[in-house]
């Protein structure tokens, strides 16, 4: 490819992201401010904790965390919009380095601008992500020549998001296999940075790995039982999703795309082969883990059906060009606009279409107003905690157990009365999305509680209210938790 081409393409796909980024101005999903005031308690001086002096492990992605951290703290920049750039830059970065990597230019043009258009890739912004798999297409480039550099990378992408070890781990025996001989350099680099992050983590937290995935599970476990049951609702959830961001022939499109990821793979090189083989592993793990969907599992599996999408035409064409040429050319361009139409239409509808979620704007007016009239030790129990604890800068009980380690024997069997008396608060939010509605609906909540403020949502006809604890209101003692699974103890502050 000229260097003019691709000059002109990095320019496309530098403005689309521009465009994504200022358009959405840092409105994450709801789990993803969990990240952000992980960051900002850093960056402010009051550890890496959710809450301060509660050292819990309770994100997900605390590299991103970490890096958010420092970024803020050195510049100002400001969250969340600053994650929401990262990711944009991450994003970028993933398609230049598999265009830089690839044997095909033109099919990696494609697929890179697919990606840097995709709404279901854009709707997860905030999220590590793209820059998990940033840091492992960086990885693969760097093992041929600098495999130090690229066990960094990969053991960087591990320490942001847990299930990238696979990703590290799946570019060593990718290594191992492609040049017959076992990646020493590349393993004692990756397993060093690795190994670092896990010591941190448990010097820090008590525990090497994020507590999320129990209280994830446990909440799974209660919504379908778990087991074959749990694989086949996550599937349904992310199918919801596909029509929305890839129009009504969905379907097949992500079959063509399942079906090209053969040319890409011959295709590409190091980067791509290794975003087809984590995709495929993040699918299997998700679908065994028995965790509930959230979209930003699928972003890796999304990356590499665009890119298997963008490859059909060029595999169409070279079937063709052996007898005719212009055929198979004209063939080729006109099966490109063909697959690339619903997926940019779909991204116009869906970035036309939005303005920040309906309920978490709720959340950010009633998060507003206990900031300002509540004092700074009142604690407020709620389950959905990113965007209310963001706004409000109370302490949170988390009664889905994320950060809140006393509530989560109670997730599996969806007790969110016996969460909340195992770690009552001063605040209870109540929404209509539900959830809090067996709370709120106990014979003493009433004589307990009295409703401080609510907030209509300016979308739809639900609602939130704030209930205030009267003065000296007794509660029911706690029930004992599950003999199953027991809270671990809270790690004190040092």
């Known amino acids: 490819m000229k260097r003019i081409t691709a000059g002109a393409l990095l320019l496309l796909w530098g403005l689309l992201a521009a465009l994504f980024v200022l358009h959405l101005d840092g409105r994450a999903q709801d789990d993803l401010y969990i990240t952000y005031r992980y960051a900002r308690n850093l960056a402010e001086g009051q550890g890496f904790v959710f809450n301060p002096e509660e050292r819990v492990f309770g994100l997900s992605e605390p590299g991103l965390g970490l890096l958010l951290a420092a970024v803020d703290a050195a510049t100002g920049a400001g969250l969340p919009r600053l994650g929401s750039a990262v990711y944009a830059a991450a994003l970028g970065a993933l398609a230049a380095l598999l265009l830089l990597d690839a044997r095909a230019r033109a099919p990696a043009a494609l697929g890179g601008t697919l990606l840097l258009a995709s709404s279901y890739v854009w709707t997860?912004?905030?999220?590590?992500?793209?820059l998990v798999l940033a840091l492992l297409a960086g990885a693969a480039l760097a093992s041929r020549r600098r495999p130090a550099l690229a066990g960094l990378l990969a053991g960087a992408a591990a320490w942001c998001r847990p299930d990238a070890l696979a990703g590290a781990a799946l570019l060593g025996i990718l290594v191992w296999w492609e040049e017959r001989r076992f990646p020493r350099r590349y393993a004692l680099a990756a397993g060093a940075v690795i190994a670092a992050g896990l010591l941190a983590a448990w010097a820090w937290f008590g525990t090497p790995l994020p507590e999320t995935a129990a209280a994830k599970r446990a909440d799974a476990f209660a919504a379908t039982g778990g087991g074959v049951e749990a694989a086949r609702f996550f599937w349904q959830r992310a199918a919801r999703l596909a029509p929305r961001h890839f129009g009504a022939w969905w379907g097949w499109l992500l079959a063509l795309g399942a079906a090209g990821l053969v040319?890409?793979?011959?295709?590409?090189?190091?980067?791509?082969?290794?975003?087809?083989?984590?995709?495929?592993?993040?699918?299997?793990?998700?679908?065994?883990?028995?965790?509930?969907?959230?979209?930003?599992?699928?972003?890796?599996?999304?990356?590499?059906?665009?890119?298997?999408?963008?490859?059909?035409?060029?595999a169409v064409a070279r079937g063709l060009g052996g007898r005719r040429p212009a055929a198979g050319l004209?063939?080729?361009?006109?099966?490109?606009?063909?697959?690339?139409?619903?997926?940019?239409?779909?991204?116009?509808?869906?970035?036309?279409?939005?303005?920040?979620?309906?309920?978490?704007?709720?959340?950010?007016r009633a998060g507003a107003w206990l900031r300002a009239h509540t004092p700074p030790e009142t604690s407020v129990a709620y389950v959905e905690i990113g965007v209310l604890g963001w706004e409000s800068e109370r302490r949170i009980v988390d009664l889905m157990g994320l950060v809140t380690r006393a509530a989560r024997p109670y997730v599996a069997r969806r007790d969110v009365t016996g969460a909340f008396l195992a770690a009552p608060a001063d605040v209870v939010v109540f929404h209509t999305r539900g959830r809090m509605r067996p709370l709120v609906a106990r014979p003493w909540f009433p004589g307990a509680f009295a409703e401080a403020a609510r907030f209509r949502d300016r979308e739809g006809p639900g609602w939130l209210a704030l209930y205030r604890r009267r003065p000296g209101a007794a509660?029911?003692?706690?029930?004992?938790?599950?003999?199953?699974?027991?809270?671990?103890?809270?790690?004190?502050?040092?």
């Not at 997860?124 to 793209?130: L, Q, W």
């Not at 984590?278 to 890119?307: C, E, H, I, M, Q």
């Open 124 to 130: 997860n912004h905030g999220s590590a992500a793209t």
């Open 475 to 494: 509660l029911p003692p706690p029930a004992p938790p599950p003999a199953a699974v027991q809270a671990a103890p809270v790690r004190p502050p040092r």
């Open 263 to 314: 040319p890409f793979w011959r295709g590409s090189g190091r980067a791509g082969r290794l975003l087809v083989l984590y995709a495929g592993a993040v699918a299997l793990a998700y679908t065994l883990l028995g965790v509930p969907f959230f979209s930003w599992y699928l972003v890796p599996v999304a990356a590499a059906l665009l890119y298997g999408l963008a490859a059909v035409p060029f």
């Open 330 to 364: 004209a063939t080729a361009a006109l099966l490109a606009v063909l697959l690339a139409w619903p997926v940019t239409r779909s991204a116009w509808t869906w970035a036309r279409g939005f303005n920040g979620y309906g309920h978490l704007d709720t959340y950010r």
